[in-house]
């Protein structure tokens, strides 16, 4: 089966009775059924599941059955390639090149697909690259002996790029030999005694490493705590114009949110305890305003039982708060930090859904550079129709945040406006979109920390009887 985090993967098991070889399955005795998910199975210790058959409609259990999930894969490994260019072909008529690499595999369709490009180098014709490291799985779909395509160009402005050339190798052929000559078929048609357009020299280096189901497996797990926007600018609740309206029919921006990305989140937290917090809000009993407050009322223990229980306590809030505001974001990220660095073995997700502008920047990308060093994912996600463009400098995709000399020590941000999806198939898209990265995340801070999956225990051998 191919798995995906960020969906909710159903799986039903049923277990019959042979009475005979081959025939319909109604020709066997039904036993019963079991209904999970591929979450609940991966998230256990040791990939291991255990629940009861049961006749549909009849919780009675007819016996039990284990499920024991593994990884197969040929994808573990990370290829970290230093490169420097030698003697590249001049491209600019009043200067060098400025030249760039692409890596191309073919996909099953034998299209070719780029998977990573370098920065650009400017004016020169023995470039160095900076480092990069491509997963293997990404790189050759973890087939060693795949072919790989190396693309070198001239970079231009106006994005008519020149071809400089081209060579194609493969990750066993570069460990064996670095040195490749790049050839540009149109030049060789055109230039007698041509050779090549120079060479490439690729220092290439195979690391193994772990991959989220590993941590699973050794009993890892994820956190999920959900952070609410309680400021004015939402609206009244008892109003049908309102972001925070309740209708019986259909659920608001904010359930929706919730409801998305908690579904994917709760099967890999065995407890199912979630922190719901709140922020913008005049709180009883003295109407003082709150930037980070608890949706239970106790503020000395925030969580909910499972997602349904942060709802719940998020529609109570609404009736025992005023909304107000500004809008902080500053104070939530610091309590969330606070709750990831308490928990061993555990990587925490953050949800703040919001309708408006951040009114406290500065503060907010301090805190995040701190969060940035721990066990910790930020997701925002944005409801109603403000400019939300001020939060594109939160999801630093291209370059990691810095503030007053601080870098962050990786992106730990994603920003995604709600109204970006539509449709019945909202909560799902929503899901893919914020969720996709966050195995990676998950491992990379992992790793970062030189934390390695401890295989799970061995369970002692039953007596025998």
């Known amino acids: 089966l191919d798995y995906f985090f960020e969906e909710v993967q159903t799986l039903k098991f049923a277990c019959y009775d042979s009475d005979a070889a081959g025939g319909p399955l109604s020709a066997h005795d039904f036993i019963g059924e079991m209904v999970t998910t591929m979450g609940q199975i991966l998230g256990k ?22 499920v024991k999930a593994d990884e197969v894969s040929a994808n573990k490994g990370v290829a970290r390639l230093r490169i420097t260019g030698h003697h590249l072909d001049k491209k600019d008529l009043f200067g060098k090149s400025d030249p760039y690499l692409e890596f191309v595999k073919l996909n099953a ?41 190396i693309n070198c160009y001239d970079h231009d402005d106006d994005g008519s790029h020149d071809f400089i050339g081209s060579v194609q190798t493969t990750v066993n052929a570069l460990l064996a030999n670095p040195t490749l000559p790049l050839h540009n078929q149109k030049k ?13 020299r690729i220092n290439c280096s195979v690391e193994e490493t772990f991959t989220f189901i590993d941590y699973l497996h050794a009993g890892f797990q994820l956190g999920f ?76 223990n925030p969580y909910c039982a ?14 025992r708060v005023t909304l107000y505001g500004p809008t902080f974001f500053g104070p939530i990220i610091a309590q969330a930090t606070a709750i990831a660095n308490q928990l061993q073995r555990n990587y925490n997700v953050l949800l703040i859904i919001t309708d408006g502008i951040i009114n406290d920047m500065e503060q907010t990308i301090a805190n995040i550079i701190d969060a940035s060093n721990a066990p910790l994912s930020i997701i925002i996600v944005g409801v109603g129709n403000a400019d939300f463009t001020g939060m594109n400098a939160l999801d630093a995709d291209d370059k990691l945040l810095s503030f007053r000399g601080r870098t962050a020590a990786r992106d730990i941000v994603q920003f995604v406006p709600l109204n970006k999806f539509q449709g019945p198939a909202l909560q799902y898209a929503l899901a893919k979109e914020v969720l996709s990265e ?12 030189g934390v390695v999956p401890q295989p799970p225990p061995i369970a002692p051998a039953a007596a025998a009887h």
């Open 188 to 200: 060789a048609d055109k230039k007698k005694g041509y050779t090549n357009s120079g060479e490439i």
């Open 225 to 300: 705590a959900v952070a609410v926007d309680f400021t004015g600018s939402n609206g009244d609740p008892r109003l049908p114009t309102s972001l925070h309206h309740f209708n019986p029919y259909q659920p608001n921006a904010y359930v929706s949110a919730i409801r998305s990305v908690g579904a994917v989140i709760q099967d890999y937290d065995s407890d199912k305890l979630f922190p719901g917090l709140g922020f913008g809000a005049k709180l009883p009993p003295r109407g003082d305003v709150s930037h980070s407050f608890s949706l239970t009322g106790d503020e000395q």
């Open 306 to 319: 499972g997602i349904e229980g942060v709802i719940a306590a998020y529609q109570a809030t609404l009736s």
């Open 45 to 66: 210790l040791g990939g291991q599941y255990e629940a009861n058959l049961a006749l549909p409609g009849d919780p009675k259990s007819r016996g039990k059955l284990i």
């Open 438 to 449: 966050l195995p990676r995340q998950f491992v990379d801070y992992f790793r970062s920390k």
């Open 109 to 149: 369709l034998q299209t070719p697909m780029v998977v990573h490009r370098t920065e650009v180098q400017k004016k020169t014709l023995d470039p160095t690259w900076k480092p990069i490291e491509i997963p293997l799985g990404s790189l050759c779909n973890g087939d060693r002996d795949r072919p790989i395509i």
